[in-house]
């Protein structure tokens, strides 16, 4: 086993125990941070594969605003502090089933997709520039029109969000 | 001519020839490490002090004066105190987390330092996004902040660290914005290349004023990453007593102690080498004479020099201006940095596409 | 115009931080002006400002004569009653009887230095000192006799 396999066995086992904590453990804000640990454990396996750009992004979408924002909402709610009851049988054991064939899904078309050997290593080698142009290219395989539509659904619920917060006029009295 | 980059291919051939490379590996890394680490106790010790000394002159006062030489180990002594103290643990914290938190603060501030360059060839990692890594480590901290302001069990420490929260996840926005105008100049995210693109000059005098907009942005913004007055908020102490670190003594206190001056050190580095042109020394277009004579200061002198000056500018601020108020802080963000940051992107942007800069 | 007003905020902030900044600046580069001292090592050569106040003190001349004429202003005046004027009646020449001070007592453990009894003072007979090294051992001995055994009204104060 060479130093880079080793490496990603640790990087895995570090991803599932966090993971089976954050569900397992009782008390919700620590939840929160192994799901935080889980989400870095993903971050350095792209590390791993040498995808720093996805590693820096899975970082700061997830860690730095998905994570952070979870935290927020915990932080603002009532007795956040004490221990949740322990959930019943019933409850565990369809959530483990439900988690089981979900597993087997994603198994099975893993081992049924043709994963290509790519000729050579160097075509992993991707330029943050690149992944711009990809970004806005018109072409063929081009991501512009997805771009400019999740730019769009931003910006909409950003003023929803607005118009949510704004103060709302005192009401005016029809007699 | 005295280089640090001689020194380090020196050591990798010694090491490369007596071992095997996987241990020469194994050894390089230790030996970045201890340098780490000790890059990081100097600096805690240099920059406590220097705070304190810069904060007394502009005061009008004298400054920690008794221990050593001009109180030198001043801030040895205080390490040493920190040390022995005893690290209470409150009733009612949740344990693990409250124990946690100060690595997690002081991991992060460990492995931000990894794509600065230091000096010519000096760099741990030439990483091809530098910039956006040090962005996205430098988030993760936050959870630190708010780990320990949690874990505390303690009002003024929650205050503290949601106050700290909001205010470092919106001015992450206006770091990033100037950050990128000078990205946009460069073409490149890996800080090796910044500071190579700046060769003929710094962006900030070759950038015209668009370059000076996103530096003042930049530094604004960066006092307020950091939490450091005007905009500490977060540990205000005639509010809050000291914020998320509240409940902290001993070694843990001076975990976040030394991880806030740290984070100073990084972000100025960062500044220093986007704007400052890094180690490189300050030339000017293709006057190679005078270019040369500069290249006889070295490359790390340059580098701390700038680092330093940007320190001593954000200490300047902290002991010149008064503390805002939360709705001014989020105005002074939404309503000034970010519009003002973003319209400059695009001046940048159109100049870099119309190739108006040197 | 909103617009305009928005970049005359911009400015005019620019420039206020600047002149803050230029203010501490000139402080930092001026070593000169700082006025800590350094004090047990120049315990001799101390150099306070005469504003300082230590303690009040009573002004006696050479021929221990003062300027108290026991009106008690002072004691009316001082907010936490730190000083106690106990009078006596003097019998003039003529026969006739006049007030005079007998004891000016001064709790100097109460004072706050607040200097309201300098100023209640008609006649300038008491003022601020500047020492200060007051620590002693047991709390009767701050009680203080401000006007000195023997000493007498100075003629022409009334």
């Known amino acids: ?175 | 001519m005295f280089s640090l980059e001689s020194i380090t291919t020196l050591v990798q051939d010694w090491l490369n020839k007596t071992f095997s490379p996987n241990l020469a590996l194994f050894f390089e890394f230790v030996i970045v490490g201890v340098l780490a680490i000790t890059l990081f106790a100097g600096l805690g010790l240099v920059l406590v002090l220097m705070e304190r000394k810069v904060a007394a002159w502009i005061q009008i006062r004298l400054g920690p004066n008794r221990v050593g030489p001009k109180g030198m180990f001043q801030s040895l002594a205080d390490t040493i105190k920190l040390i022995m103290k005893e690290g209470l643990t409150p009733d009612g914290a949740d344990k693990f987390l409250f124990n946690l938190a100060p690595f997690i603060v002081m991991m992060v501030a460990m492995l931000v330092l990894a794509p600065i360059g230091f000096a010519k060839g000096f760099q741990i990692w030439d990483i091809n996004i530098g910039v956006l890594y040090v962005s996205a480590i430098s988030s993760v901290s936050v959870i630190g902040i708010l780990m320990a302001g949690w874990a505390s069990n303690n009002k003024y420490s929650l205050l503290g660290a949601m106050r700290s929260g909001a205010q470092m996840v919106s001015y992450e926005l206006s770091v990033g914005l100037s950050v990128l105008s000078i990205i946009v100049l460069t073409g490149s995210l890996g800080l090796n290349d910044i500071v190579l693109s700046q060769q003929d000059g710094w962006w900030i005098f070759k950038g015209h004023i668009p370059a000076i907009i996103s530096f003042v942005i930049f530094i604004i913004a960066v006092t307020a990453e950091t939490n450091r007055a005007p905009f500490d908020l977060a540990e205000a102490e005639s509010e809050l007593t000291a914020g998320f670190h509240t409940e902290y003594s001993g070694m843990k206190f001076a975990l976040f102690f030394l991880a806030e001056y740290i984070n100073i050190f990084i972000v100025c580095a960062i500044g220093a080498t986007l704007f400052l042109g890094g180690w490189m020394p300050f030339h000017i277009g293709n006057w190679e004479s005078f270019n040369h004579v500069m290249d006889y200061i070295p490359s790390f002198l340059w580098f701390f020099g700038k680092t330093f000056f940007l320190i001593f500018l954000i200490m300047w601020f902290r002991w010149t201006f008064p503390r805002l108020r939360v709705d001014q802080l989020l105005n002074l963000e939404w309503k000034y940095l970010l519009p003002i940051s973003m319209f400059n992107l695009i001046l940048m942007t159109l100049i870099a596409i119309k190739g108006w800069h040197f | 115009m909103f617009i305009k007003e928005y970049f005359k905020d911009i400015f005019s902030a620019i420039k206020s931080l600047l002149v803050g900044m230029r203010r501490t600046g000139y402080y930092f580069t001026h070593h000169k002006e700082i006025i800590t001292q350094q004090y047990p090592d120049n315990r001799l050569e101390l150099n306070l400002p005469e504003r300082f106040r230590g303690e009040v003190v009573m002004t006696h001349d050479e021929v221990n004569e003062h300027a108290c004429t026991g009106c008690s202003a002072c004691e009316l005046a001082c907010p936490n009653g730190t000083i106690k004027i106990i009078n006596k009646f003097d019998i003039s020449p003529e026969g006739k009887k006049k007030k005079a001070i007998d004891t000016f007592v001064y709790h100097l453990e109460l004072c706050t230095m607040c200097g309201l009894c300098v100023e209640a003072c008609p006649t300038d007979a008491i003022k601020m000192a500047n020492t200060f090294e007051h620590s002693v051992y047991t709390r009767g001995q701050l009680t203080k006799q401000l006007n000195k055994p023997d000493s007498k009204l100075r003629a022409g104060v009334e």
């Open chain 1, 1 to 175: 086993m060479s130093a880079a396999s080793i490496i990603f066995y640790i990087i895995a086992a570090f991803i599932l125990g966090t993971g089976i904590l954050a569900v397992t453990t009782r008390k919700i804000f620590r939840a929160s941070i192994w799901l935080l640990f889980s989400l870095i454990g993903i971050a350095s396996l792209y590390f791993w594969m040498q995808l720093e750009f996805l590693a820096a992004v899975q970082i700061i979408v997830y860690v730095g605003g998905i994570v952070v924002l979870i935290i927020f909402s915990i932080f603002l709610t009532i007795k956040s502090g004490e221990e949740m009851p322990k959930p019943i049988l019933k409850r565990n054991i369809f959530a483990i089933l439900a988690a089981l064939s979900g597993l087997a899904y994603t198994a099975r078309q893993i081992s049924l997709y043709p994963f290509k050997k790519p000729e050579n290593s160097a075509a992993f080698e991707l330029k943050v520039g690149d992944i711009g142009r990809q970004m806005l290219s018109t072409t063929d395989h081009g991501y512009l029109l997805p771009f400019e539509l999740i730019s769009m659904l931003l910006l909409a619920s950003m003023i929803g969000c607005i118009v949510i917060a704004l103060k709302q006029k005192e009401p005016v009295n029809h007699l």
